[in-house]
């Protein structure tokens, strides 16, 4: 029979569809096509399968080969599917058995030679091959990240060779996986480095403790940037289902898989000049932008005003939904970004209003409003903790210098106690905690009620600002170990609002 069937996968968001790449060998002129939407690399492994097959002694079927990666309607693209198509090919021309790759799933670009090369977007793959209990043969590069993925067999090969050698069952390869730590060991910037700011030490750890977004104002100097280095340094370790959502974003992204770090909540920090793509992500192929990458982490964003006002805005619906839909005129792809956002800004222009310190002579009041308001309401009232960050006077800097600081693993300690009681209530951190959890785990006092009334009335304060609020003091809460929210979390929570007065209009 001239007809083989393999299976690979393509890439389509964080997902990996089932892609069946069907062989066949006809009677005619020698031709070799490949049809179901191939894109230009896709193409180009008619060249390259078929040097692979000569230069491994193989033989080449002087025929007219097709080949169909099915389903039609889904663009391919990449070098992933060069192993299938040369496996089919040799099916289909009777070198190897024709249930020899029954079971198995391929992935692989070959070099002319018909060595196995890496490719992108491996560990999605192994993932969905897991669901379909199917066997995995990879490069030999790729096994590490694919090692990630429990329950498969992988089988990690270096040359054609190799594979048509384990699937004829002349020299069969036992199913392997790298050994892979399971502790997150990187070393994070400590908090005790810290002197002073004793109020933004505090929302530091709140917003770590609830996953709540934190924006921090004041002059160059404040120690912004420091405090928002070190957030990553408290923050729980990933767990395991999160660490592998947050590899295989960077796996479709083609970043290098650092197995140190896998387990480490991820930070990105994208200078001020970023575009929207680079953000959100997009590109002719979707690819996954910085909110993605920051997918279960932090997203740091200092200088927040100098942002181009379109690219700031398109943060608004990720930091509702947790994900962003890119969608293109061929195709649509989905990507996970439910991400923590941390922001830095100074109060004007050159950054010296209402320092003591220095004198603001270049800025009018009605010219820093003008710059702050550069961040929009809409944004801005998705921000849980929005604190001023002030100079430190030269006294107390000296004096924190003499003096230690509570170093990140205390804090720490506070955060996980934090973490694990939100988890064990509602299965979700306090930020993502839905309305009908705010209606069962935030119920105020009667007190707290005519308090959040007032605030709401003083502040202008929106229905979201409201629902935040709640959240924000059941975090509060948690790290009291409370079961109810207090009037004093509530005030420290509506405290944490105090921004949207300084920056309001007028």
């Known amino acids: 029979m001239s007809l083989a069937t393999t299976h690979c996968r393509a890439a389509l968001g964080i997902e990996a569809p089932l892609i069946t790449v069907e062989t066949h060998l006809a009677n005619g002129l020698p031709a070799f096509n490949i049809v179901g939407l191939p894109e230009k690399a896709v193409q180009e492994s008619r060249d390259r399968v078929r040097s692979a097959l000569i230069n491994s002694g193989f033989d080449f079927p002087a025929r007219r080969i097709t080949v169909n990666l099915a389903p039609a309607d889904l663009p391919k693209q990449g070098s992933r599917f060069d192993l299938a198509i040369a496996v089919g090919i040799l099916i289909a021309s009777r070198q190897l058995a024709q249930d020899a790759a029954e079971g198995y799933e391929l992935i692989g670009e070959l070099s002319l030679a018909g060595a196995l090369r890496p490719t992108v977007g491996v560990l999605p793959m192994a993932l969905a091959c897991r669901s379909r209990q199917r066997r995995l043969i990879l490069p030999h590069e790729n096994l590490r990240e694919a090692s990630l993925v429990r329950d498969i067999e992988i089988y990690p090969m270096q040359h054609l060779l190799g594979v048509s050698g384990h699937l004829g069952g002349r020299q069969r390869v036992a199913a392997t996986r790298a050994d892979i730590e399971q502790t997150a060991s990187a070393i994070c910037p400590d908090l005790a480095e810290v002197h002073g700011q004793a109020r933004a030490r505090r929302a530091l750890e709140v917003a770590a403790a609830g996953r709540h977004n934190l924006l921090m104002m004041g002059p160059p100097g404040s120690g912004k940037s420091m405090l928002a280095n070190r957030l990553p340094g408290i923050l729980p ?270």
């Open 237 to 506: 370790p990933l767990e395991e289902d999160e660490a592998l959502h947050s590899a295989a974003v960077r796996s479709v992204a083609g970043q290098p898989f650092d197995a140190s770090n896998w387990r480490i909540r991820p930070y990105r920090a994208p200078h001020h000049t970023a575009s929207g793509v680079a953000l959100v992500g997009g590109g002719s192929s979707p690819k996954p932008g910085e909110i993605s990458l920051a997918h279960n982490g932090v997203l740091f964003l200092d200088e927040l005003p100098e942002f181009d006002h379109r690219v700031l805005e398109v943060l608004r619906e990720p930091l509702e939904t947790g994900r962003i839909l890119i969608s293109r005129a061929a195709r649509q792809a989905e990507f996970p970004a439910d991400f923590q956002l941390v922001a830095a800004m100074n109060p004007c222009p050159c950054g010296y209003a209402n320092d003591p310190a220095r004198i603001c002579s270049s800025c009018s009041p009605a010219t820093a409003a003008r710059y702050q308001r550069r961040v929009s309401g809409p944004l801005r009232d998705r921000i849980d903790i929005q604190i001023e960050v002030p100079a430190l006077p030269r006294q107390e800097l000296l004096m924190g210098l003499a003096e230690a600081s509570e170093d990140s693993a205390t804090v720490r300690r506070r955060v996980i106690a934090a973490w694990r009681i939100q988890l064990e209530r509602q299965g979700a951190a306090n930020a993502r905690l839905s309305q009908a959890g705010l209606a069962r785990h935030c119920t105020l006092p009667d007190k707290g009620a005519a308090l959040l009334t007032d605030a709401m009335e003083t502040l202008g304060l929106s229905a979201r600002a409201f629902h935040r609020i709640l959240r924000l003091a059941r975090t509060l809460a948690d790290l009291d170990a409370s079961a109810r929210i207090e009037d004093r979390h509530l005030t420290e929570a509506i405290s944490y609002r105090r921004l949207d007065r300084i920056t309001s209009p007028g």
